[in-house]
């Protein structure tokens, strides 16, 4: 009778541990399908962040021209009045 116990939890132990380890490789699983999903955001918003510093780069390219330009007039308006 008590061999049969202890068959009995032993068994019940093992389907413990099967169960354990289902949730485990579930759970492997999910991070690294958020790991993968997580390195393809960040290569995008690097991609994106990449745009916007050129655009910045290419506004403030326009703006210091029209500066120069307005300075340039200024000055000359003021030496040939």
């Known amino acids: 009778m008590e061999m049969s116990s202890l068959e009995e939890r032993v068994a019940r132990i093992e389907g413990i541990l099967e169960q354990m380890d289902k949730k485990l490789n579930h759970l492997e699983n999910e991070i690294r399908d958020l790991r993968a999903y997580v390195e393809s955001e960040i290569k995008g918003l ?3 962040i990449g745009d916007l510093r050129r655009d ?9 021209g029209v500066q120069i330009t307005m300075w ?3 000055i000359l308006a003021v030496i040939f009045r």
């Open 46 to 48: 690097r991609g994106e």
């Open 56 to 64: 910045l780069n290419n506004r403030f390219l326009w703006m210091l």
């Open 72 to 74: 340039v007039t200024i």
